[in-house]
């Protein structure tokens, strides 16, 4: 079975979610990509495997094996399921806040996301609160993240990572609360309290 998990990631909507908290709140970041149709989806044994048999739109195939493969994850262990995303070390290469390099091993929390697989919060410890001396972009948080859009899956519709900012006490929801940033490009987002 994790074999058969494995095949789907491999085919699935890759996203990697970090959860990155700058002062009094939480960012959580996600990768998506958009490639084309592979022929993978054409063959017999995936057709039936994805319950593709009949279907012939390709919108009704896309929701069909992103349905299947959140089934799919939701039978997994917690543990075969972070085993199957990024680690913080192989996705954040690189970490500052208010103009200090980041600890990524203490820094970062995991939180294991549903539909984006391993998610990292950052300022997720209230008794610890990281706080910014001066505004601008320099004193804000500052990732480089290494998004593996070779790890993509043929039902992802973008790459990049999305980000969700919210509260260290709340829960991060990056699907419906988030903010995306393409890969290949730096992208910048400003907070007002």
Known sequence: MLNEVKQLWATKLYLSTTTIATTKETTTATTT?????????????T????????????????????ENLIFTMSALSEV????????????IEMCSFDGKECNIDTDFKLHVDPA??????????????????????????RLL?????????ATSEASG??????????F??????????P???????GLKK
């Open 172 to 181: 991060p929801f990056p699907d419906t609360f988030g903010y995306s940033a």
């Open 145 to 153: 993240l290494f998004v593996n859009t070779s790890d993509y899956m």
């Open 47 to 66: 057709v039936k495997a994805m319950g593709f048999t009949g279907m012939t739109d390709g919108v009704a195939m896309l929701t069909r094996a992103k």
């Open 116 to 141: 984006f697989g391993n998610c990292y919060t950052f300022n997720w410890d209230v008794n610890n609160n990281h706080s910014s001396s001066k505004a601008g972009p320099m004193y804000g948080i």
């Open 161 to 170: 990572v999305r980000l969700a900012i919210h509260s260290p006490t709340d």
């Open 80 to 91: 075969q399921r972070i085993a199957l995303s990024q680690s913080k070390r192989e996705f």
């Open 33 to 45: 990509t958009a490639p084309k149709q592979s022929a993978r989806v054409t063959e017999p044994e």
């Open 183 to 189: 890969v290949g490009f730096a992208s910048s987002f």
